[in-house]
């Protein structure tokens, strides 16, 4: 008799653990659980090779919320994730978002700003004597407004949050497995077994995709699903700053979207910077080499115009890293597959994967056991979206 787990969870990340978490937490499921990643040492997914930051400045509401209730998770994690008296601590560092804008740009900040207040984010417009006021290291030429997260915005230890949904879930009862998908067995429009390329064939009563860059894309193609998602290679760049901003401006330094799209923010003693390049210059790609010309040709400038003592800076170390990028409107795709009973994929997420993964987790977990959203309504990320042109469009994407 073949072994048979109640759902299986084909990936095992923060988006997989996520899941396998809220499903076992679930007071109304009983059943077993069995997520399987290629790569159980996670060293290249993107939740251990991200900047790891959380914020509630979007130009959508779906958007904000699942970021809302991803704040409340991380403020919250020591309580939800504890294991025999083990806390996981994340080092939350609360110190917002800012977002530079032109003149000719200023009316988004706007917009979104109006929006996220109703919605119940703590953000501030800041005029450029304010923004002078609040940042005096920051060179204002070309701007015109100051978007702040004056609370529930900044970065976090993403790896530990990953670990830590892990930990828990295993102690739920989750298994994990390290095995890679081959196919999939099917009786009718329901998926009943998972066939592994270690040769092993495994029931199943529900089947998530969580597999992010490392085959998302892949699996859904087996499930007969077409997902517009695709490998993009982003680098972080590390360097320190040889003087001039004070230590009392650094406890409140933010993280920095600057005008040219450019983002800094500080990372222990020294500092984090990268930049998402043109979509002309943006192929998909598998490697992880960092492409070093992008430092010196393009942010070092822009650092030093927007922080006149980033003019004297020492380069550091650099690390790429990938995002599953939804290439259709750069937004999670979140749901039952269309045509499939019992077929779930969490994807495409284009670098919000991190913050948004606690409401994707629970919502998932509800659509398995009630066949709905009871508490946040994902259906803006629902699949069929894609194939009606339905884009949900959002303005902030860094």
Not at 32 to 44: G, T
Not at 61 to 79: E, K, M, P, Q, T
């Amino acid at each position: 008799m073949r072994e048979t787990y109640d759902v299986i969870i084909a990936g095992g990340a923060v988006m997989g653990s996520s899941t396998a978490y809220h499903l076992a937490a679930n007071k109304d499921f009983r059943g077993r659980i069995l997520v399987i990643d290629k790569d159980l040492s996670f060293q290249q997914c993107a939740s251990a090779l991200s900047a790891s930051s959380i914020r509630q400045q979007y130009s959508t509401r779906i958007n904000i919320h699942a970021s809302l209730f991803g704040l409340w998770f991380v403020r919250h994690v020591g309580d939800l994730l504890e294991v025999a008296g083990d806390r996981p601590v994340l080092g939350f560092k609360e110190r917002g978002y800012l977002y530079l804008a032109t003149a000719a740009n200023a009316h988004v900040l706007i917009a979104n700003h109006a929006l996220q207040q109703a919605e119940g984010a703590d953000i501030r417009l800041f005029a450029p004597a304010e923004l002078a006021r609040q940042f005096p290291w920051l060179q204002l030429d070309g701007v015109a407004v100051g978007s702040w997260g004056a609370s529930g915005e900044g970065w976090f230890d993403g790896y530990g949050l990953m670990q830590a949904l892990r930990r828990k879930a295993i102690a739920l009862g989750v298994t994990y497995s390290e095995a890679n998908v081959a196919g999939l067995e099917w009786t009718g429009e329901r998926v009943s077994a998972v066939r592994l390329a270690d040769g092993r064939t495994i029931g199943c009563g529900a089947l998530v995709n969580t597999c992010g860059v490392s085959g998302a894309r892949e699996l859904a193609a087996i499930a007969g699903c077409e997902l517009p998602i695709s490998s993009r290679k982003r680098c972080v760049f590390a360097f320190t700053n040889q003087g001039g901003i004070g230590p009392d401006h650094l406890a409140k330094f933010p993280l920095v979207i600057d005008t040219t799209g450019v983002w800094f923010r500080t990372e222990g003693n020294g500092f984090l910077t990268g930049i998402s390049p043109p979509e002309a210059s943006d192929p998909e790609t598998n490697d992880f080499d960092v492409d070093w010309p992008i430092f010196e040709e393009t942010l070092w400038p822009a650092l030093a115009a927007r922080v006149p003592a980033f003019a004297a800076i020492k380069p550091g170390r650099a690390w790429a890293c990938h995002y599953d990028l939804n290439v259709f409107d750069h937004n999670a795709i979140a749901g039952r597959l269309p045509g499939r009973e019992n077929c779930y994929v969490a994807a495409g997420f284009s670098g919000h994967g991190l913050q948004q993964s606690p409401a994707i987790g629970r919502g998932l977990s509800e659509l398995i056991v009630h066949g709905r959203f009871t508490s946040l309504d994902l259906s803006d990320f629902a699949v069929e979206r894609v194939a009606e042109g339905r884009r949900l469009l959002e303005t902030n994407v860094i």
